[in-house]
């Protein structure tokens, strides 16, 4: 199975920083990584796709990049709603697997 | 509308079982490209893929539910299935019906329905 690993696990941030969170497959998963963002009590919501292709209405301040084995969620300027845990998964090969979850918090 | 809407939870036994649906609206569940999954996430805890359904009736499960679960679909009712056999304390978990469209990111979710398996 592909271990997906998250880096950090949760960051401190206030409205306007640049937040970056990184995710890391155990093994060459060429691009195929989405990112979600999931608040308390709802179900996660699909961001961005193709580890770079940013979902219909999802705010252009989202970005992915990253190929092969390492990834990267960047929000270049938090926005109150932001605040959310992130979570990456592959979809190169089954099982799917997610990472362990990223946890943005107000500072 | 494209919805997905997940029922069948509820509270049961260790070693019980439980088949939870998930109608699907706005869509078609059966669409050759879709890859129509179960995800689930425990009390406090991260996401887990579970099972899916794709390319007009291939399957995969992971290995937490394998031998103990059947993914299955109904193209009359536009529907999805997970039967859930010899359940366990660790098998609660709220449980996430969604939709891939081509294998690169599930772009539709369900609510959820809560599964809580105890004495």
């Known amino acids: 199975d592909i271990q997906m690993t998250q880096s950090p696990s949760s960051v401190s941030a206030s409205v306007g920083d640049r937040v970056t969170i990184t995710c890391r497959a155990s093994?060459?998963?060429?691009?195929?990584l989405a990112w979600y963002q999931q608040k308390p009590g709802k179900a996660p919501k699909l961001l961005i796709n193709?580890?770079?292709r940013l979902q219909s209405g999802v705010p252009s301040r989202f970005s992915g990049s990253g190929s092969g084995t390492d990834f990267i969620l960047t929000i270049s300027s938090l926005q109150p709603e932001d605040f959310a845990t992130y979570f990456c998964?592959?979809?190169?090969?089954?099982?799917?697997?997610f990472g362990q979850g990223t946890k943005v918090e107000i500072k | 509308e494209v919805q997905l809407v997940e029922t069948g939870g509820g509270l049961i036994q260790p070693g019980g079982s439980l088949r939870l649906s998930c109608a699907g609206s706005?869509?078609?569940?059966?669409?050759?490209?879709?890859?129509m999954s179960w995800v689930r996430q425990a009390p406090g805890k991260g996401l887990e893929w579970v099972s899916v359904?794709?390319?007009?009736?291939?399957?995969y499960y992971a290995d937490s539910v394998k031998g103990r679960s059947v993914i299955s679909r109904d193209n009359a009712k536009n529907a999805l299935y997970l039967q859930m056999n010899s359940l366990r304390a660790e098998d609660t978990a709220v449980y996430y019906c969604?939709?891939?469209?081509?294998?690169?990111?599930?772009?539709?979710w369900g609510k959820g329905t809560t599964v809580t398996v105890s004495s």
């Open positions: 969604t939709r891939d469209p081509g294998s690169s990111g599930m772009d539709v």
């Open positions: 706005g869509f078609t569940i059966t669409a050759s490209t879709n890859y």
């Open positions: 359904f794709y390319s007009g009736g291939s399957t």
């Open positions: 093994q060459d998963i060429s691009s195929w």
């Open positions: 193709a580890a770079s």
């Open positions: 998964q592959q979809a190169n090969s089954f099982p799917w697997t």
